[in-house]
């Protein structure tokens, strides 16, 4: 088997994968797209174990790695997915920026009236 063939196709499905990372707005295809990417990763470890003839396997074995890694992922980022998307209403990426704090739109009111006045004097005039 020649090795240019799983390669290929595993650049293709990295290639498949990234162009949907960075086009896509919804979250649920973005962690699809990562999955396709992590697949292609585990094509290229088996394929290139497979071609050095590893007594290990070690390709095979760090591949099993991934998939398990790749299900935990997916597990919790569809959880995280669900839970924005109740609260939210939507699974835009895009409208996910706006779940961050906004700074005080008044940023006078936090401060004091009268900034000549000392820590003591404060603390004097507060008793």
């Known amino acids: 088997m020649h090795l240019a063939y799983p390669a290929v196709l595993a650049a293709l499905l990295f290639c498949t994968g990234l162009y949907g990372v960075l086009a896509r707005r919804n979250a649920i295809l973005v962690l699809m797209s990562?999955?396709?990417?992590?697949?292609?990763?585990?094509?290229?470890?088996?394929?290139?174990?497979?071609?050095l003839r590893d007594a290990l396997h070690a390709g095979q074995a760090l591949t099993l790695f991934t998939i398990a890694v790749a299900a935990a992922e997916i597990?919790?980022?569809?959880?995280?997915?669900?839970?924005?998307?109740?609260?939210?209403?939507?699974?835009?990426?895009?409208?996910?920026?706006?779940?961050?704090?906004?700074?005080?739109?008044?940023?006078?009111?936090?401060?004091?009236?009268?900034?000549?006045?000392?820590?003591?004097?404060?603390?004097?005039?507060?008793?």
């Open 34 to 51: 990562v999955e396709l990417m992590l697949n292609a990763v585990n094509l290229n470890l088996v394929a290139f174990d497979v071609w």
């Open 75 to 127: 597990g919790i980022g569809l959880a995280i997915v669900l839970m924005v998307h109740r609260n939210r209403g939507t699974s835009d990426v895009d409208r996910l920026r706006d779940t961050a704090e906004h700074p005080d739109p008044d940023p006078q009111s936090d401060k004091d009236p009268d900034p000549d006045k000392t820590s003591d004097e404060k603390a004097e005039a507060a008793a």
